[in-house]
């Protein structure tokens, strides 16, 4: 099985920014200890980033035919992204939605999601183990599926 996490603006700065919201662990040591559990499931992880909404977009359609599950925290885009919602959609491959913050207990704005509805499942709040949360979830729906 072949999974990737998607992570988008501003989450290469995990550490450093709003710590109170987004706790101390960088991005790196987050996939670094994704990868390890990932891997102790057997289970191929690859981790890419980008600040550019059409990278994102661009990196989803290259998904086609080699990932089985897709692990997105798709930052503020999630509250915006039309396209990034239209680029999953078109791959058809079961993703999971995850945030750091309970994006319902933040500002109104945060509280729409453009992803949540089409994915199969959302983990938020739970800080750096929402990323352990979603890989549990979304491993157990793709080996409960087959």
Do not use: W
């Not at 700065?13 to 990932?38: H, P, Q, T, V």
């Amino acid at each position: 099985m072949r999974l990737i996490l998607i992570n988008g603006p501003n989450l290469n700065l995990l550490g450093k920014r709003e710590k109170s919201i987004y706790g101390f662990k960088s991005l790196a040591s987050i996939e670094s200890d994704l990868k390890k559990e990932a891997d102790s499931y057997g289970i191929a992880l690859e981790c890419f980033q980008s600040n550019s909404e059409g990278d994102v977009v661009n990196r989803i359609h290259e998904c086609l035919g080699s990932i089985d599950g897709i692990l997105i925290n798709a930052g503020a885009y999630t509250h915006t992204s039309i396209a990034i919602r239209d680029a999953l959609l078109g791959v058809d491959i079961p993703y999971v939605e995850l945030h750091l913050s309970n994006t319902y207990s933040r500002e109104e704005f945060r509280q729409k999601s453009f992803l949540s509805d089409t994915a199969v499942g959302l983990v938020s709040g739970f800080g750096s183990y929402s990323y352990s949360l979603a890989l549990q979830g979304l491993i157990f729906y793709l080996r409960d599926s087959k």
